[in-house]
């Protein structure tokens, strides 16, 4: 079966412009959860979202954002980027049950 | 509140010898325990889970884990290592609080295999 789907795989943008990542999880997922992965902080946790509902939330500010549709797909916004938000975002779906997290390959965002 | 720490960022074992990466983990609550690796400019794989059953887990590649609550830990071992396991390697702790998930990662573990 497909696996999670993300894109675009890589994004350049430049300070204070927004950007829109996507994510397509795994056929019957209804859970959808993001991570940054940057070399200085390691992989922090974003947000996740569970049949169109905001689950549980990381600590990041309300500059990013997210929502999930009824077909399960996710996007997550950042507006007004900054040069630390470069980074790998990575999005990984579930059933919603503890049994493990199928991770896409991530976009890779530059913020120039 | 939930914590993981990996005890080492980096581990170096030659082709053929044993492969030990260390986990303790801090949990108010009954967690369940992965391991993910990540090779280069890929995502996270599943290795193994943890979630309540037996104590020694095994997973995919040849790895296991073995929960040990007194400890707090969940060490990721495999008998022989391959070139292929160069990678890095994530303890990620789970659990449900008040009907909500929270999901926190280990630093990681850079593992080199030498010929």
Known sequence: KAGVTQTPRYLIKTRGQQVTLSCSPISGHRSVSWYQQTPGQGLQFLFEYFSETQRNKGNFPGRFSGRQFSNSRSEMNVSTLELGDSALYLCASSTGDLDGYTFGSGTRLTVV | ???????????????????????????????????????????????????????????????????KKSETSFHLTKPSAHMSDAAEYFCVVSEIYTGRRALTFGSGTRLQVQP
């Not at chain 2, 509140?1 to 609550?29: F, I, K, M």
């Not at chain 2, 996270?44 to 889970?49: P, V």
């Open chain 2, 1 to 67: 509140a939930q914590s993981v720490t990996q005890l080492d960022s980096h581990v170096s074992v030659s082709e053929g010898t044993p492969v030990l990466l260390r986990c303790n983990y801090s949990s108010s609550y009954s967690p369940s325990l992965f391991w993910y690796v990540q090779h280069p400019n890929k995502g996270l794989q599943l290795l193994l889970k943890y979630t309540s059953a037996a104590t020694l887990v095994k997973g995919i590649n040849g790895f296991e884990a073995e929960f």
